[in-house]
C-alpha cells in the first residue's frame, strides 16, 4: 500500500502531536485486540485488492493507520456477518478510526473513489477515447494503443476486429487502478449483454441481415437522429431501399466519411471517395459508424412496416422527422428543412 502509506506518513506529525497533548483513544476489545476510538481524524486512501480476505484487508487497514489492530478489524466483520460485504476498490477513510467505523466507511457506496463518465448513444469512437480519457485521466495514448491491439478488448468474433460500434454507450464508473484496456473491455461487455437482451444474432439472421451489418444499421439509424420513435421508420426506409436496389444514401454516412459533425451536406460532399460514403457505393457501408444504444438496435431488429422510400428531419431543433414513399413529398421537406437551416 505505497500510496496509502504515503499519505499516513503525511499526518504522522497530527498523531504525535495528539500523543504529546495526552489523547489516549487506545482501549482494548479483547485480550491482544487494541482499537481506536471514535470516527478518526485527517483522510487516508486505501485500496482493497480483488480477492483480498477480511485478513489480508484488516491487515491493510493497520499498515496504513486507520485501525489499531488488525484483529479488531476481523472480530467486527465476523461479529456482524460482513465477511462478502467487502468489496475491492479505493476507499477514502480517516486516520485513527474505530473498527467498527471503518467498516462501516468500507460498506458506504460514497467512501469508494470512483470517476463516473457517460458516453452518449451515437458518439464515433474517436471521441468516446476523448470522453474516456477526460473523464478517467487515463491518458488517450492509452486509450488508442488498447484499440489498436483489438484482440485485448473480447470482441464478438462477428466484430472482425472492429472497435467503432461495440462500445456500448452508458454511464461507466472507473476504479482509480482500471487501464485503458480495463475501461474498453467494460464496454464491450456492456454491449455483449444489450446484443443477448436484444436477441441480436438470431433476429438479426431472420431480417436476412449478419449481427455486424445489423449493428452498422443501428449505427446508421442512431447518427440519423430524430425521437426515439422514429428510428423503426427510419430502420425501415433503409431495408426499403436495400430491398429495391437503391443506394442508402444518408448523410450520416458522408459525414462520418468526412470526420465531421452538420446537417449541411453539400452535393459535392456526397461524391467523396470513401467505402463509407453510401451516395457513391451501394449497400451498407463496411462497418458502424458510431456507437448505437439499444433502442437503434431494436429499431433495426424490429423495423416498423411501411412503403416510406424518404425521411427529413425537417425541425432540427425539436426533432421533427418526416417520412413519405412520394418523392414530390420529399423534396418539399427539404426545401423545409433547408428553411430551418436557413440555406434557402
Excluded: C
Excluded at 28 to 50: N, S, W
Excluded at 232 to 237: E, Q, S
Amino acid at each position: 500500500m505505497r500510496r496509502a502509506t504515503g499519505v499516513v506518513i503525511g499526518g504522522a506529525a497530527l498523531v504525535a502531536a495528539a500523543i504529546a497533548f495526552g489523547v489516549h483513544s487506545i482501549v482494548r476489545t479483547a485480550p491482544g485486540a487494541e482499537d481506536f476510538e471514535g470516527a478518526g481524524t485527517g483522510t487516508v486512501m486505501v485500496e482493497i485488492t480483488p480477492g483480498a480476505s477480511a485478513g489480508e484487508i484488516a491487515e491493510t487497514l493497520k499498515h496504513a493507520g486507520v485501525v489499531a489492530s488488525a484483529q479488531s478489524f476481523v472480530d467486527e466483520v465476523v461479529q456482524r456477518s460482513k465477511e462478502s460485504s467487502l468489496h475491492p476498490g479505493q476507499y477514502r477513510l480517516k486516520r485513527r478510526m474505530a473498527a467498527s467505523s471503518a467498516l462501516d466507511l468500507l460498506l458506504t457506496p460514497a467512501s469508494r473513489v470512483i470517476k463516473r463518465v457517460t458516453v452518449p448513444e451515437g458518439m464515433r469512437l474517436a471521441d468516446v477515447l476523448v470522453t474516456l480519457a477526460n473523464g478517467s485521466g487515463i491518458p488517450l495514448a492509452d486509450f488508442k494503443k488498447a484499440v489498436a491491439e483489438p484482440d485485448g478488448l473480447r470482441l464478438p468474433a462477428y466484430a472482425k476486429g472492429q472497435v467503432e460500434g461495440f462500445l456500448f454507450p452508458a454511464t461507466y464508473e472507473i476504479e482509480p487502478t482500471a487501464t485503458a484496456g480495463d475501461v474498453l473491455r467494460n464496454m464491450v461487455v456492456r454491449f455483449r449483454a444489450a446484443s443477448q437482451h436484444v436477441d441480436l444474432e438470431r433476429l438479426a439472421a431472420e431480417q436476412r441481415l449478419t449481427p455486424l451489418e445489423a449493428v452498422t444499421m443501428a449505427s446508421i439509424v442512431q447518427a440519423e437522429g430524430g425521437q426515439d420513435a422514429d428510428y423503426p421508420k427510419i430502420a425501415r426506409v433503409m431495408f426499403n431501399r436495400l430491398l429495391r436496389g437503391g443506394k442508402l444514401e444518408m448523410d450520416s454516412t458522408v459525414n462520418y466519411a468526412l470526420r465531421r459533425h452538420t446537417l449541411k451536406v453539400s452535393e459535392q460532399d456526397t461524391k467523396t471517395a470513401s467505402p463509407y460514403n453510401t451516395y457513391a457505393h451501394g449497400g451498407l457501408p463496411p462497418g458502424p459508424i458510431g456507437n448505437p444504444g439499444e433502442k437503434a438496435l431494436r429499431a433495426v431488429l424490429h423495423p416498423t412496416s411501411g412503403d416510406w422510400y424518404w425521411f427529413v428531419t425537417t425541425d432540427p431543433g425539436r426533432r421533427i422527422t418526416k417520412f413519405t414513399d412520394k418523392e414530390a413529398e420529399f423534396v418539399k421537406y427539404r426545401e423545409e428543412l433547408n428553411k430551418n437551416l436557413g440555406t434557402n
